[in-house]
C-alpha cells in the first residue's frame, strides 16, 4: 500500500521500498497537491506556485512533472489506462489518496479519535493512541517547503495540532497512569513553546499529583516570569486558579480512587487502595489516604519482606494506618520508588514492634 509522509522531509513509498520522486519541482507539485487535501488544483495556480516568473514552457514542465510523479506513484498502472491517484481534472490536477495514505491525515484523525476516547472516560487509550501518532513526525511539516505561500498555512496548522496532541497525551496520561510519566515530555515541551500557558498548567498540576508541591509552585513562577518578560503580561485564569488551588491543597486536584493504574515500582507494584482485593481477614480499603505495597508475583518484594515483619496473618489488607506520621510514606498516597518502598518496610516494622500491625499489603 502507498504511503505518503508529511510529517518531516516530503516521502513516498510502499512494500516494495521508496518511490523516486525527482527533482524538486517534482517533489513541490506532489505537495502542493497534497496540501489541497484532495480539491483540484488548477495548472494556472501550479505555475504561480511554481515559478516567480514563469516562462514559456512551464506548462510542458508541469505536464512532464505530472506525468513521471504518475510512474513513481502508481508503478504498476498498465500503460494507457487512467490514473486513479493523481488526476486529470479541469482546470489541473487533484491526487485522490485515502486518508490512511497520508500520515498527517491518519495524525489529524487520531486526535479527533482521542477527543471522542477522552469524553468516553477512556484515557488510556487516548494515550495510547495520542503516543503512536505523535511517533509519525520526524521533522516539521512540508519541512522543506514550509517557508513557501502555498505550504506555510497547512504547516502552521498541523504544527498547531501537534501541540495540542502532546498537550492532550499529558492530560491523558495523567487520567489514566502516574501522575510522573508525563512530567519529562511536559518539561521538554514548555522548554519548546514556553508561551503556551496549557503546557505550563499541566506541568505544574502533575508534579503537585506527584507530591512535588513545591516544584509545582517552582514551575508557575517560571511561567509568571516567561510571560512578563516576553509579552508583558500576567498568568491567564487558569494558571492564577491552578496556583491558589496548590497553595490551599484543594482536594479537586487529587486524582479521584482509581483513576491511577498500577505500575511497577522495580522491586515490587505500587498503586491505589480502591479495589484491594479481600484475602484472609483483610479488609478492602477505599480511602486515599492509605499507603498499599503490592508484591511481585514471587512474593518476594518489599511488600513480602514488610509481611513478615508485621506477621503472616496480615495478608492481604488488615488494619487500615493513614500515609504520613509513623506508620506511612508521609505525603504519598501512592508508593511509586524504592526510596519509599524502603520506608513502607521500616514503617511495618515500627508498627509491628509497638504491636500496632497496620500496613495495607496486596499479594500477587
Known sequence: MLRIGVLGPLEAGDERGPADLKGPRHRAVLARLLVARGRVVPVARLID???ESPGEGALGAVQTFVGALRKALE????PRTPARLLVTAAPGYALRATPETVDAWRFEEAVTTSTRLL???EPGQACRLLGDALMLWRGPAYAEFAELPWARGEAARLEELRLLAV???AEAAMASGPAAEPVPDLEAHVASHPLREDGWRLL???LYRTGRQGDALATLRR?????RDELGVDPGPGLRTL???ILAQAPHLTPPPGSLQHHHTGEGWAGPTTGCPRTGRGTTSHREDLVVACDSPTGDGPAGRARESVGEGSAGCPDEVPAGGDHGVAGHPFVGRTRELAELERAAETAAAAGRPGLALVSG
Open 223 to 227: 511561567a509568571r516570569r516567561v510571560l
Open 75 to 78: 508503478p504498476g498502472r498498465p
Open 167 to 169: 498537550e492532550r497525551r
Open 49 to 51: 506556485d511554481l515559478w
Open 119 to 121: 469524553s468516553a472516560g
Open 204 to 206: 505544574a498540576l502533575a
Open 243 to 245: 496556583e491558589s488551588d
